[in-house]
């Protein structure tokens, strides 16, 4: 897994961009959530597998949910 942040001067936002990257293909991460918060402070994500098939991430309440994949590369993802 990677996870990007971006902010800067004038944005007043945080986004998060979380990849799932497989080992067998690195240079092709796969985008599976992206959510914006308002500030600019360090995002809240926590990622937790609960098996080698099912990802669970969580992060801050105030968070909005800009994109979201369900299952991908035959992972599910849930989100908290």
Same mark, same amino acid.
């Given at each position: 897994m990677e996870m990007e942040q971006f902010a800067g001067p004038g944005n007043n936002a945080l986004l998060t961009v !979380?990849?799932?990257v497989r080992t067998e293909d690195p240079d092709k991460p796969i985008e599976i959530l992206s959510f914006s918060e308002p500030g600019e402070e360090d995002g809240q994500v926590q990622m937790n597998w609960i098996n +080698?098939? %099912?990802l669970e !991430?969580? %992060?801050? +309440?105030e968070a909005k949910v800009e994109f979201q !994949?369900?299952?991908a590369a035959g992972v599910e993802i849930s989100l908290n």
């Open positions: !979380v990849y799932l +080698n098939q %099912h !991430v969580s %992060h801050r +309440n !994949v369900i299952k």
